[in-house]
């Protein structure tokens, strides 16, 4: 490297973003994902002894999967090549892939081929790398966001472990933003930033787990921030608000309101009201909540309130979260509205939901009755002589393919669980019921 080299080095570290700048160096400086890399766990013992294998880092924006590579590269003795699956093709790949055999045979090096975004890269591109992960020419890191069982195919994934990364906790975000501020030779201690606490605890909340959102906003609200007679910068809540571009509301994802605005949606929901319903999963998605977590309440409530009066709900819902998990968000907030709006509008039932909690008082009060012996599947000998299977009968050899017999233990022979209601599906379920069980009381 000659000195116009070194100088755009200087000059590009000085410029890059907060994010970029902070970005930890080793372990000591690294925050989060103890599962994965905290001491004696398996990827980070194989790191520092220098036999990284192939892997997958699979987690949300701002984990730390781009870090964790970078990490890897200056602990270990391997040459890394980074690639973008967004802006790289085949011909890039054949590239590092030469440049790899021509290190090993020279410098008996091995290279480490860094893939952002890896699902970006179509089959063929994948196919292409797949080789030269097997014969060990490179030990490939892919990072993705998206499922590596759906995003990679099968012959890659078999030859990589995959390490699952989490969303940073508010706890180690407020770990990341307080050492930037803290850092005069990276961070923005020369700059004298002092974050009120209610603008710290807005920028941890709206980060959604991501350290470098969390990072890039306080940059800016920084930078936007005068600073006083005495030099020091004051970032206020307002200030980050603006930076994050997202107003502050009241909820906490972790407190009273969050609770508060969920029960209002489920019971918006219960009440056949959409537009209230509407209203309640705005507050809790501007509001910066996980649509995860909205859309699991969602599919209890299609099982728990509408049931089989609509057996489509559940569908519908499961839908919604299918939709958020691939378009993520904010596209996903129609899918959740459209889900939410069914929902609120089907017929309601919680025919399954009683029946289901009278099954568990009986379990719980009656234990393990035996199966009656005509229930029994006599697969021995054995077993047909003590009369496993007499008397069953087959309800294909009767009439509308039904016949009534007993299929309860004998200490509950005559209890009744389901009960269907009038609307919807239900109506019709109930019509074959009475009609097939003629003879129940």
């Not at 608000?241 to 009273?256: H, V």
Request: proline letters at 5%; charged letters at 25%.
């Amino acid at each position: 490297m000659d000195l116009f080299d070194l100088s755009r080095e200087q000059l590009r570290e000085r410029e890059a973003p907060l994010a970029a700048r902070m970005r930890p160096r080793n372990f000591d400086e690294f925050v989060g994902q103890e599962h994965v890399v905290g001491r004696g766990r398996v990827l980070r013992k194989s790191i520092e002894a220098d036999q990284v294998p192939s892997m997958i880092l699979w987690g949300p924006p701002g984990s730390g999967k781009t870090t964790l590579a970078y990490i890897v590269a200056s602990l270990t003795k391997s040459h890394y090549s980074p690639l973008s699956a967004v802006s790289s093709g085949v011909a890039d790949l054949r590239r590092v892939v030469e440049e790899a055999r021509e290190r090993r045979g020279l410098y008996q090096q091995r290279t480490i081929l860094f893939i952002d975004e890896i699902h970006r890269f179509n089959k063929a591109q994948q196919d292409a790398v797949l080789p030269y992960v097997e014969d060990g020419t490179i030990t490939l890191i892919g990072a993705t966001t998206e499922n590596p069982s759906f995003e990679v195919i099968s012959p890659l994934l078999s030859r990589c472990r995959v390490f699952t990364l989490s969303a940073l906790s508010d706890e180690e975000l407020e770990v990341i933003v307080n050492g930037a501020l803290a850092d005069g030779e990276r961070g923005l201690a020369r700059l004298r930033v002092e974050l009120e606490a209610g603008a710290l605890k807005h920028l941890v909340g709206m980060s959604n787990g991501d350290g470098r959102t969390a990072l890039n906003a306080l940059e800016l609200a920084a930078l936007s921030t005068r600073p006083d007679v005495e030099g020091k910068r004051t970032v206020d809540l307002p200030t980050i608000e603006e930076a994050m571009q997202r107003r502050s509301l009241l909820y906490d994802k972790a407190g009273e309101e969050h609770y508060n605005l969920i029960s209002a949606l489920h019971k918006s929901l219960r009440g056949s009201d959409p537009d209230a319903s509407l209203y309640w999963l705005g507050r809790m998605l501007e509001a910066g909540e996980d649509p995860l977590y909205i859309v699991r309440r969602l599919i209890r409530f299609a099982s728990e309130d509408v049931g089989l009066a609509d057996p489509q709900a559940l569908t519908v819902a499961v839908a919604a979260q299918q939709a958020v998990h691939f378009v993520g968000m904010p596209e996903g907030n129609l899918a959740l509205a459209e889900a939410v709006v069914y929902l609120a509008t089907a017929p309601k039932s919680n025919s399954l939901y009683r029946a289901y909690s009278e099954v568990q008082h009986d379990i719980r009060r009656t234990g393990s009755p035996p199966v009656p012996l005509h229930l029994r599947n006599p697969v021995t000998s054995l077993m047909r002589e003590v009369g496993y299977g007499d008397g069953y009968k087959y309800a294909h050899d009767y009439e509308g393919h039904f016949v009534e017999q007993q299929n309860m233990p004998d200490s509950l022979k005559d209890r009744r669980y389901y009960s269907p209601g009038d609307l919807g599906f239900e109506a019709e379920v109930k019509a074959r019921m009475k009609e097939w069980w003629k003879g129940r009381k």
